[in-house]
């Protein structure tokens, strides 16, 4: 029997400077709804959230796009195999 759990994904687009070296490029970050959700537990908006994550890296958030919606369907038998053959 097949069991499938669906993850709800946000993807938005950002621009980000690198503080190191100064170069800016395009990138793009993705979250669960869940993590956004538990964000907004803690007042956090999906913003706060981008920028705080970049700036841990060393990047500053130049830019945020708005949000790509889509759903993730995994497969929990196909990866348990995965995982167990390792």
Do not use: W
Not at 7 to 17: E, H, K, N, T, Y
Not at 34 to 59: D, M, P
């Amino acid at each position: 029997m097949r069991t499938y759990f669906n993850i709800p994904l946000r993807r938005f687009d950002v621009r980000i400077q690198d503080n190191r070296t100064g170069e800016i490029t395009e990138d793009q970050i993705t979250f669960t709804k869940q993590q956004l959700q538990a964000a907004q537990t803690v007042n956090q908006s999906s913003k706060e959230l981008i920028h705080r994550t970049y700036n841990r890296r060393g990047f500053q958030v130049l830019d945020i796009g708005k949000a790509a919606k889509c759903e993730a369907q995994l497969d929990l038998e196909g990866l348990f195999l995965e995982v167990a053959d390792e």
